[in-house]
């Protein structure tokens, strides 16, 4: 089992950037992969970004255009999500998830088994 924690949300100007942090406890965290989804009001989980258990491969949401970054470090059982040139639709709540390790490439919620509390990204215009 392992618990996960978001940080690094907050608000920012629309051009801006952000870094959020997904904290996990556990010995096994290396033997997970990870994903991030967000969460906007009234609309439904959406999946951003996905790596595998070492962080060799990942995979992005077509509609981010590049703009996010995943990334993890299993020496401090982190994983990051990099977030450049935001806008104001990409206001929403973040969460990160943990899955086994062959559901990397899964973009759907129930694909993961973790999730974090979320921590919330609001952007200005």
């Known amino acids: 089992q392992v618990q996960l924690v978001e940080s690094g949300g907050g608000l920012v100007q629309t051009g801006g950037s952000l870094r959020l942090s997904c904290a996990a406890s556990?010995?096994?965290?290396?033997?997970?992969?990870m994903a991030w989804f967000r969460q906007a009001p009234g609309k439904e989980r959406e999946f951003l970004a996905s790596?595998?258990?070492?962080?060799?491969?990942?995979v992005y949401a077509d509609s981010l255009k590049g703009r996010f970054t995943i990334s993890r470090d299993n020496a401090k059982n982190t994983v990051y999500l990099q977030m450049n040139t935001l806008k104001p639709e990409d206001t929403a709540v973040y969460y990160c998830a943990a899955g086994a390790s062959s559901r990397y490439y899964y973009t759907r919620p129930d694909g993961y088994d973790y999730w974090g509390q979320g921590t919330q990204v609001t952007v200005s215009s």
């Open positions: 790596l595998t258990s070492s962080g060799g491969v990942t």
């Open positions: 556990g010995r096994t965290f290396s033997s997970y992969a």
